[in-house]
Nanobody
Framework: QVQLVESGGGLVQTGGSLRLSCAAS????????MAWYRQAPGKQRELVAT???????NYADSVKGRFTISRDNAKNTVYLQMNSLKPEDTAVYYC?????????WGQGTQVTVSS
């Protein structure tokens, strides 16, 4: 059974930092493209960052230079380091695992940035 469990969300002031983690089980983690998405109230879910099995990364323009995605294949965990947070980063953040078009999701973790 595939499980993606996010943690690390919370309330932070503008300019602060948070580190999200997503622990995966039930998948061959090293073969998966991992990603972080977010969904703000009343908005569609949007892609934040991806990291392929080989470690290549990609970011949404809105977070470039502020967020860093990384993975630890030995721990089956993907991270999202978020710095210089802004109120518009407030959202539920979801972990995603994708391989051969099969997409799996975590339950999400809330990030709230106060102004």
């Amino acid at each position: 059974q595939v499980q993606l469990v996010e943690s690390g969300g919370g309330l932070v002031q503008t300019g602060g930092s948070l580190r999200l983690s997503c622990a995966a089980s039930g998948i061959i983690f090293g073969d998966e493209t991992m990603a972080w998405y977010r969904q703000a109230p009343g908005k569609q879910r949007e892609l934040v960052a991806t990291i392929t099995s080989s470690g290549s990364t990609n970011y949404a323009d809105s977070v470039k230079g502020r967020f860093t995605i990384s993975r630890d294949n030995a721990k089956n965990t993907v991270y999202l380091q978020m710095n210089s947070l802004k109120p518009e980063d407030t959202a539920v953040y979801y972990c995603n695992a994708n391989r051969w078009g099969s997409s799996r999701w975590g339950q999400g973790t809330q990030v709230t940035v106060s102004s």
